[in-house]
């Protein structure tokens, strides 16, 4: 069997994105055969016993899931907490693949998340380069002004000195007391949307992503759970210039 990367195997066992097993191998975490590798090294799955922090990983998943599911508020996106605060893939009852969040969404913040075992397809789904959209219903405490919606499309320079890219902000509902924006971004800043309104002056009260790519949370109740179909799969492949599987 060809050789490949040592981060493409850990990241096709479904143990993280390629990413994250980067980070792992240039950490020392990650040994072939008994000994630690380096960033560049290639091993053979089939033949090459690889290990993580000391545990042997599975040469594949038994099956590639990709799960969307609707985080409640108040749930984080971590695998673990030391805090013993509610984690939104505890939420996946009945999924007996070890399945991890593809990006992230904040504890108070809602909606559609995706789960996969497949590193790779996470990896690209996140990666910068490949600007997947990500469209929010986002809630704002009072009124909005054309100012603050231009400042908010065109680019904001948020409290770390980087400026986001133009977005769309559409204005759904304007109310005495509350605006409804609906947000599309092509970035996955961390708390970004927040971080926006917090530089243009506004106070998100409640923020719900609804789509990723043209992948909608649709009708899927707070709290549930469901696998994507084989359309909604090929649709991502596309967003990321990829041939589905």
Not at 46 to 70: S, T, W
Request: charged residues 30%; positive net charge; glycine residues 8%.
């Amino acid at each position: 069997m060809e050789k490949v990367r040592i981060q493409k195997i850990i990241a096709d066992s479904g143990l993280c994105s390629r990413r994250k097993a980067e980070e792992l191998i240039s950490q020392g975490a990650v040994t072939v055969n008994g000994r630690p590798c380096s960033l560049g090294d290639k091993a053979d799955s089939a033949r090459d016993i690889i290990a993580v922090n000391g545990k042997v990983i599975a040469e594949a998943p038994v099956q590639k899931r990709y799960i969307m599911l609707n985080k409640p508020r108040g749930y984080i996106t971590s695998m673990s907490d030391d805090q013993g605060r509610k984690i939104a893939v505890e939420l996946l009852d009945g999924v007996p693949e070890r399945v991890v969040p593809v990006g992230r969404l904040d504890r108070n913040s809602e909606g559609l998340l995706l789960f996969t075992n497949d590193g790779e397809f996470a990896n690209e789904i996140t990666h910068p380069s490949h600007h997947v959209s990500k469209t929010y219903r986002v809630t704002i405490d009072g009124l909005v002004s054309e100012e603050q919606l231009t400042r908010l499309s065109t680019g904001v320079k948020l409290d770390d000195g980087k400026v986001t890219l133009p977005c769309t902000v559409e204005v759904i509902t304007e109310e005495p007391g509350r605006t409804v924006l609906r947000i599309v971004i092509k970035q996955g800043l961390n708390r970004q949307i927040r971080r926006m309104c917090d530089a243009v002056g506004l106070k998100v009260g409640r923020l719900r992503r609804v789509a990723i790519g043209s992948v909608k949370l649709g009708m899927l109740k707070t709290g549930e759970w469901r696998d994507l179909t084989k359309e909604e799969l090929k649709s991502l492949r596309n967003a990321i210039g990829k041939r589905s599987r």
